[in-house]
């Protein structure tokens, strides 16, 4: 009984000791670009466009933009990598107008941090070059600020209004790895961003939510859209 005990601890510490040494800690940074969806904004930008004694052009409609990342992952020895993601982007719009007899401008500016858990799924993720199944899940922290401005001859006149909103999204995706030295990976990565959440609120008052005048229906920062980046990893042992 007792060589039978001693002969299970030698494996188990034979087992975990090899589990260690096959595990190592990747840290990620780079970025890429993101399209939006900013169906709820693009609807209200619409209103105010209709709204207006004169019409505006809708020179800026949320464009794609870069986005920016970091990362930390923790791998096991055969199909699995998992730790913590960081990431920003923004995008916004603008109506215009000028004339002789003064100029009017109105912006929608909107930003966003993702802070999430992020697992990779493939062959030997951070040990071996190949492709990875990824799956991304976390809050977002969303603000939005409107600013309009009014000049008619020497007369002017700037209104900002300010907003945030929290969420939180998931985000699939498919990732290729690529070992490009004895410490660095590279990484390609396409995605597609799927966010949850209430919506918009005076910044300070969650209460004071904006809602479009015709619908009556929340506001909501819509970031869903396709993502593709790279990423160089660093791996520790």
Known sequence: MKNLLKINI??????????????????????????????DTRSYNEWVQNNLPFSPAL????????????????TLPKTLAFGVKLSTTSTGSRLHLADYSGEYTFDNTQKAWFAGLKTLVGKAPGQQSGPCFSMEAGASFSSMSFEEEIQVYDQQQTDNEDFSAIGFYVEPGFTYLQNIGKNLILSGNVSYHVGFGKGYHIKGDSDMEIVHPETNQKIKPNWNGLRAGILIYWSLF
């Open 10 to 39: 030698i494996l188990c510490f034979v087992f975990f000791t090899n589990l260690v040494v096959a595990q190592k800690l990747l840290l990620g940074a780079g970025g890429g670009y993101a399209t939006f969806d900013m169906s």
């Open 59 to 74: 020179t800026d409609d949320f464009p794609g933009w870069y986005y920016f990342s970091g990362e930390a992952l923790y």
